[in-house]
T-cell receptor, first 113, second 113 residues
Framework: DSGVTQTPKHLITATGQRVTLRCSPR?????VYWYQQSLDQGLQFLIQ???????AKGNILERFSAQQFPDLHSELNLSSLELGDSALYFC????????????FGQGTRLTVV | AQTVTQSQPEMSVQEAETVTLSCTYD???????LFWYKQPPSRQMILVIR??????QNATENRFSVNFQKAAKSFSLKISDSQLGDTAMYFC??????????FGQGTRLTINP
């Protein structure tokens, strides 16, 4: 158990819908990262938050948005969903002080039908 | 921008053999971290081993060790006495400070009985 919790584990929704993925980082970790992994693909960086503020943005679509709350949990919002958004969405967290390794949640498997 | 390259899309060895996965990276930074993550069929991302760039000594974790060649920007993973449970996708990753993890495309490793 990495200590990073993602909910839900699985999500099936229709095209055009909106979903929210939730991530609770490890206790004490200030950074949260979101990654997207399509079938048999590598991990694409979407966005990073550090202590409530956006720190870096990757290839995140305008239909996607995220935020990190004062308790440091984060949510990734995906709207106007398309079939191509079906993927595994990972959240990772890191303390970012001395030890910069990131620990991953189990991921949310999103299927858009 | 940093890039990570894994030149072996797939590898296959017999149980108990030793296998080495290759990774090269490109950066102009001098202080950074390198990681190998394992992704078994469960799709969980598991940290296998980490290496700080300022350390000359190669990291070792039980049957897993790395060969870190900073000047050549090479970071290979050696798995000794391979086991069936080592069957997974392996990702090499680069991280500099509090910035995002940059992943290679992965190597699919199969351990045959």
């Amino acid at each position: 158990d990495s200590g990073v919790t993602q909910t839900p584990k699985h999500l099936i929704t229709a095209t055009g819908q909106r979903v929210t993925l939730r991530c609770s980082p490890r206790s004490g970790d200030l950074s949260v990262y979101w990654y997207q992994q399509s079938l048999d693909q590598g991990l694409q960086f979407l966005i990073q938050y550090y202590n409530g503020e956006e720190r870096a943005k990757g290839n995140i679509l305008e239909r996607f948005s995220a935020q990190q709350f004062p308790d440091l949990h984060s949510e990734l919002n995906l709207s106007s969903l398309e079939l191509g958004d079906s993927a595994l969405y990972f959240c990772a967290s890191s303390v970012e002080v001395l030890n910069t390794e990131a620990f991953f949640g189990q991921g949310t498997r999103l299927t858009v039908v | 921008a940093q890039t990570v390259t894994q030149s072996q899309p797939e590898m296959s060895v017999q149980e108990a053999e030793t296998v080495t996965l290759s990774c090269t990276y490109d950066t102009s930074e001098s202080n950074y971290y390198l990681f190998w993550y394992k992704q078994p069929p469960s799709r969980q991302m598991i940290l296998v081993i980490r290496q700080e760039a300022y350390k000359q000594q190669n990291a070792t974790e039980n049957r897993f060790s790395v060969n870190f060649q900073k000047a050549a920007k090479s970071f290979s993973l050696k798995i000794s006495d391979s086991q069936l449970g080592d069957t997974a996708m392996y990702f090499c990753a680069f991280k500099q400070g509090a910035q995002k993890l940059v992943f290679g495309q992965g190597t699919r490793l199969t351990i045959n009985p």
